[in-house]
């Protein structure tokens, strides 16, 4: 009869011991199922990150043209400017043709006094 016993308790811990690696197996098995899905979704979004990183490359590069073409568009707006200044300054020591004319009249009417 202790030997009967016996049998049955090894049996029982047996069977809770398979019970037990089954459960483990189950739960292993899960948690490989979740480290998979996140693996995936980390890829995904790795891709995701890599095509932006190129799209904000490509608008980076067409910013440092653009601040180039501004920068070479305020030198010539400054060389525009002194050109500007040189010409009004020009302007002011001349005369026009009405006030010239007017001048040209006196003065001849003047050598004719003499």
Same mark, same amino acid.
């Given at each position: 009869m202790?030997?009967?016993? !016996?049998?049955?308790?090894?049996?029982?811990?047996e069977t809770? @011991?398979?019970d037990?690696?089954? #459960?483990?197996g189950v $739960?292993i *098995? =899960?948690?490989?199922?979740?480290v /998979? +899905?996140?693996?995936?979704?980390?890829?995904? @979004?790795? !891709?995701? +990150?890599d &095509? =932006?990183t190129k799209i904000l490359? &490509?608008h980076?590069?067409? +910013?440092? #043209? =653009?601040?180039e $073409?501004?920068g /070479? $568009?305020? $030198?010539?707006? *400054?060389?525009? !400017?002194a050109d500007l200044?040189f @010409? !009004?300054?020009?302007?002011k020591r001349?005369?026009d043709?009405? *006030?010239? /004319?007017v001048l040209?009249?006196?003065v001849? +009417?003047l050598?004719?006094h003499r």
């Amino acid at each position: 009869m202790k030997q009967v016993k !016996k049998l049955k308790t090894k049996e029982k811990k047996e069977t809770g @011991i398979r019970d037990e690696i089954r #459960s483990l197996g189950v $739960m292993i *098995e =899960h948690v490989d199922t979740q480290v /998979s +899905l996140v693996a995936e979704q980390y890829g995904d @979004i790795k !891709k995701t +990150l890599d &095509s =932006h990183t190129k799209i904000l490359d &490509s608008h980076t590069e067409t +910013l440092d #043209s =653009h601040t180039e $073409m501004i920068g /070479s $568009m305020k $030198m010539d707006i *400054e060389v525009i !400017k002194a050109d500007l200044a040189f @010409i !009004k300054g020009g302007l002011k020591r001349k005369i026009d043709v009405e *006030e010239f /004319s007017v001048l040209e009249r006196r003065v001849a +009417l003047l050598e004719r006094h003499r």
